[in-house]
């Protein structure tokens, strides 16, 4: 990653394994632009410093990505400064899972919501999902009222009920959605099977670095500058 500006907490877990490291993050921040909306402004403390909390499944764990810093989180964080990332993730998990690992701090700035993907292909009833999605932003919001949200769509190109359950919440929540079936439906930013990752080896589904960057990209393209 580049200078070393703030400290990025992450708590990931994986197959029931749980670690927490620390990295840095610079660069300028805001977020994400729907149509017909004015951007959200992200606040910032009296340091200067923006408090960011990221809430997904292996995406945002930089699966298939070469290295963790190839992956969106840390793209994206890089992009933005100085910024305290608390991160929960955890692979092949649904909303409910995932939601149940998240600690909402009380002073979030902004909050980055990358869940939906692994329901998607658990068939979760749509009636339950929307309601833990909305359940997940109600948190967020009691929690930190001010907060800027983003909420990024399925990793799918079949998302369709659930993406425009995510979107829904999302906006009902004062949020911004940024949809990825675009980039998931582009096979450049996929596999090949077999390729040689930090995390193993990689499949032809999760984003490989192109992916991530554009990810990322999909993000910084639509935060106030």
Avoid at 101 to 117: H, N, R, Y
Avoid at 138 to 144: K, L, W, Y
Wanted: proline share 4%; net charge negative.
């Amino acid at each position: 990653m580049g200078e070393t500006s703030a400290k990025r907490r992450v708590a990931w877990s994986v197959g029931g394994f749980a670690a927490a490291i620390a990295l840095v993050a610079v660069g300028a921040v805001a977020v994400r632009l729907s149509p017909g909306s004015a951007p959200l402004e992200v606040a910032r403390g009296d340091d200067g410093v923006a408090t960011v909390l990221v809430s997904g499944d292996s995406l945002a764990g930089a699966f298939f990505a070469s290295s963790p810093e190839r992956g969106f989180v840390s793209l994206v964080s890089d992009a933005l400064g100085p910024v305290q990332i608390t991160e929960a993730a955890q692979a092949h998990q649904t909303l409910t899972t995932v939601a149940a690992i998240t600690d909402v701090p009380s002073d979030v700035d902004l909050a980055i919501v990358e869940l939906g993907t692994n329901d998607v292909g658990e068939h979760t009833p749509l009636h339950d999902f929307d309601a833990q999605y909305g359940a997940l932003l109600d948190r967020i919001r009691v929690s930190s009222p001010e907060a800027a949200i983003v909420c990024l769509g399925t990793w799918t190109g079949w998302g369709g009920d659930y993406d425009q359950a995510i979107e829904s919440a999302c906006v009902g929540h004062s949020g911004r959605y940024v949809p990825l079936g675009g980039l998931f439906r582009d096979t450049a930013n996929r596999g090949p099977e077999g390729r040689a990752t930090f995390l193993g080896v990689g499949d032809d589904f999760h984003p490989n670095d192109l992916g991530h960057r554009a990810i990322a990209d999909a993000i910084l393209a639509v935060l106030k500058g």
